[in-house]
Structures are given as C-alpha cells and as structure tokens.
T-cell receptor, first 115, second 114 residues
Framework: NAGVTQTPKFQVLKTGQSMTLQCAQDMNHNSMYWYRQDPGMGLRLIYYSASEGTTDKGEVPNGYNVSRLNKREFSLRLESAAPSQTSVYFC??????????????FGPGTRLTVT | KNQVEQSPQSLIILEGKNCTLQCNYTVSPFSNLRWYKQDTGRGPVSLTIMTFSENTKSNGRYTATLDADTKQSSLHITASQLSDSASYICVVSGGSGGSYIPTFGRGTSLIVHP
C-alpha cells in the first residue's frame, strides 16, 4: 500500500497562475483533508471532505477550491496564486472523524513557491 | 477558542540523553490527544493517542502522559537516538471544531547531537 500520495512534490508558480494539487489514498478511507504548513505555525486546515460527495471549509479556505473526485482522490486548486500561498501543502486521510479516535495519515507534502 | 501550546519551541540534546516535551491545551470538550513525529521534508506520523481515561501510554522509547484535569500532556523520549531529530506535534481533537477538525500545536523541534 502506498498510503497517501501527492503530486507534484515541488512547484513554482508566478503570481496569478493557477494549478491543481493532486492527492490519492489507497486505504479506503472516508475522510480526506488539505492542510498548509508555514514556518513557525501549526498545520492549518484548508478544506476537508468528511465523506465522498461532501466538502467543507476549514480554517483558511480563502483562495482555494477542492474537489472530491471519488473516494480515493481529493484535489486542491489555486485559481490565482498569490505569494501568501507559498507554503508546504499536506493531504491527509482518515477512516472517519478524528474525535472518534481515527488517525490521520499524511502524504509527503507539496512544496509550493509563488513568486 | 481552541488552542494547543507546546514548549519548548526547540531543544538540543546529546545522543543517549532523555528529554520531555510539553503540551497544554484549552480544547473543550476533549476527545483525544495525539503526538505526531514529523521528520524534515515528510508528513507527520502518529506516535500515540490518548483518551480522557488514559494517564500514560508508551510506544517503544516514547512515553506520553495526560492530565485531563490540568489539560496538560507530555512526551518523554528515553535514551535519545540521532533518528529522533524531528518536530514533535501535539494534536487535540474535540471542542467546537467538530469531528473532523483537530487543533494542532506548532511543534517542538528536537535536535539530537552525537
């Protein structure tokens, strides 16, 4: 099992460009998440999908859109990239809600730089 | 507001020594607390999970404690190894965030020197 995979690993964008970060999991998990991690900050939730067919905003959703393509895949789109979106992006998945004790499994991250 | 505070921010120790990392939280109601290890350039990996009724849980050389009354947790690392160099993140679930939104601490960066 590959677990959670993310593509690309690195990306450099110019301000105003758009791109989609891809995430897939092979653990048959119901819930998927997108986080960003900035230096000196904790992981911050951008969007999550509790189950296939649903998506909800997290703490910092502005400037992003998501698509839960199927149970395996959850993509994150930046429509018009800004330098403030320079960050490391992590996708995660869990069998169900974390308050029930289900572990979040994280992907290796995508390092995005917006110039 | 749900908050998780970790201390120290960073820590340098010699190989073979023990260390303790702290986590204080204000998340209420409390469901569970996890400690994650994040190696440089990798995603976080869970070390332990603790629920309200658990005081101590071990995973090899890692021992987590929880005091739900004072809302404090600690992660003790015994006989440190170079591979323990990483960021350790305390994550608390529950509170007003709902079932899918845990609260992350900023992490403690641990460096183990030979």
């Amino acid at each position: 099992n590959a677990g959670v995979t993310q593509t690309p690993k690195f990306q450099v964008l110019k301000t105003g460009q758009s791109m989609t970060l891809q995430c897939a999991q092979d653990m048959n998990h119901n819930s998927m998440y997108w986080y960003r991690q900035d230096p000196g900050m904790g992981l911050r939730l951008i969007y999550y999908s509790a189950s296939e067919g649903t998506t909800d905003k997290g703490e910092v959703p502005n400037g992003y859109n998501v698509s839960r393509l199927n149970k395996r895949e959850f993509s994150l789109r930046l429509e018009s990239a800004a330098p403030s979106q320079t960050s490391v992006y992590f996708c995660a998945s869990s069998e169900a809600g974390v308050t029930s004790g289900y572990e979040q499994y994280f992907g290796p991250g995508t390092r995005l730089t917006v110039t | 507001k749900n908050q998780v505070e970790q201390s120290p921010q960073s820590l340098i120790i010699l190989e073979g020594k023990n260390c303790t990392l702290q986590c204080n939280y204000t998340v209420s109601p409390f469901s569970n607390l996890r400690w994650y290890k994040q190696d440089t350039g990798r995603g976080p990996v869970s070390l332990t999970i603790m629920t309200f009724s658990e005081n101590t849980k071990s995973n090899g050389r890692y021992t987590a404690t929880l005091d739900a009354d004072t809302k404090q947790s600690s992660l003790h690392i015994t006989a440190s190894q170079l591979s323990d160099s990483a960021s350790y993140i305390c994550v608390v679930s529950g509170g007003s965030g709902g079932s899918y939104i845990p609260t992350f601490g900023r992490g403690t960066s641990l460096i183990v020197h030979p």
